[in-house]
């Protein structure tokens, strides 16, 4: 029985933290010790460890292990500048502000003087274990839009890399796989970090799910074919009238399945929810180093842009609500007008 992912993240000794570095797969599996915030840091910027959920997660736990080594010598203060740090690190997914403003929240109910370290560990633990519910319960909404024989087709990875659980976009798949049906994959390779090839393929496949992966600019045509039962995607962050920010490119396939009529859903957790903001255009959107468009293939990369040619690198875009048939949530399945349940 082939078996699904290892967690990517873990508490280690020594308030360390275990972090799986995502931007070695699928070639290696190497795990890396953090044991210093700035560390926590870079490993965001860098999305060797990633997705809006677990960047929160690794965030907070970060924040706590910090606390924690300090002893007697943790403050509030400390707390705060620790987060107003990592919260700079990746300006979209509003899950990682979220989490972080719930460890302030916390820090500030500790009596001055007391120990910071135990309160910041239990919320961080929290909130891990609440989204590891969150993405349980996604699955059990998603389940009956991935019936047997369906294939789905993703964007990015938001599945159990992404998250403290079983992710958002393929939670519903793989309750599906595990409810004895077959089902499958097709997985945008996702340009330019290629987290659909990379990631998705790579935890589908360790879990026996059949995966196929697609160049980007393929995913209109395989709409058209007409064997996409569905379109599930994660988020970053989803405004109040319901617009969602996902991995550059979502939108394109948001398009391309409203004109071929496939369906088009958003799975997300609450913490994605983000009532402050009103609608897409008030999403920051995450501009990234040209070198991820001008030097193809991470480390081992080559140039395949002339250094003359300017680069655009957005990170995420905006799909508009009028483009999403549902948000698959830890609420159950919504429409945009039933997005007020999650207040
Ligand atoms: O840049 P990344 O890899 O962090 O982007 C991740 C995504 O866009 C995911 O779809 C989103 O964070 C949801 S993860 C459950």
Not at 157 to 178: D, E, F, K, Q, S
Not at 281 to 298: F, K, V
Not at 316 to 330: C, E, H, S
């Amino acid at each position: 029985m082939p078996s699904g992912p290892p967690p990517p993240i873990a508490w280690a000794p020594d308030h360390q933290i275990r972090l799986l570095d995502q931007t070695l797969l699928p070639g290696e599996e190497r795990y890396i010790l953090l044991d210093h915030i700035e560390q926590m840091a870079e490993a965001i910027s860098l999305l060797r460890v990633r997705g809006a959920p677990l960047i929160g997660i690794a965030a907070a736990m970060g924040v706590a292990s910090a606390a924690r080594r300090l002893g007697a010598a943790a403050t509030r203060h400390g707390v705060d500048y620790d987060c107003r740090m990592l919260r700079a690190t990746r300006p979209t997914a509003v899950n990682l502000a979220w989490a972080l403003g719930r460890m302030q929240s916390r820090a500030a109910t500790v009596a001055e003087g007391l120990p910071l370290g135990e309160s910041m560990v239990a919320e961080a633990q929290a909130i891990w274990d609440e989204d590891r519910l969150m993405c349980d319960r996604i699955g059990d909404a998603g389940l009956p839009l991935v019936p047997e024989g369906a294939t789905v087709l993703t964007h990015c990875n938001a599945g159990a890399l992404a998250t403290g659980g079983i992710g958002t976009a393929l939670a519903p798949v793989y309750r599906a796989h595990a409810a004895g049906r077959k089902v499958q994959v097709v997985a945008d390779e996702t340009r330019p970090l290629l987290q659909g090839s990379r990631l998705t393929a790579w935890e589908l496949t360790r879990a026996g799910i059949p995966t196929t992966v697609i160049a980007d600019g393929m995913a209109a045509s395989r709409l058209r074919l007409g064997d996409i039962a569905c379109v599930i995607v994660g988020a970053d962050r989803i405004a109040a009238n319901g617009d969602v920010a996902n991995k550059i490119g979502t939108y394109g396939v948001a398009l391309a399945a409203q004109a071929h009529g496939v369906p088009f859903y958003v799975a997300a957790p609450r913490s994605t929810f983000d009532s402050a903001t009103p609608d897409g255009a008030a999403i920051p959107i995450e501009e990234r180093h040209p070198d991820e468009i001008r030097r193809h293939g991470g480390a081992a990369a080559r140039q395949t842009t002339p250094p003359e040619a300017a680069v655009w690198n957005p990170a995420f875009d905006v799909t508009p609500a009028a483009l999403i048939r549902g948000y698959i949530t830890d609420a159950g399945l919504l429409t945009r007008m039933e997005l007020h349940r999650l207040a």
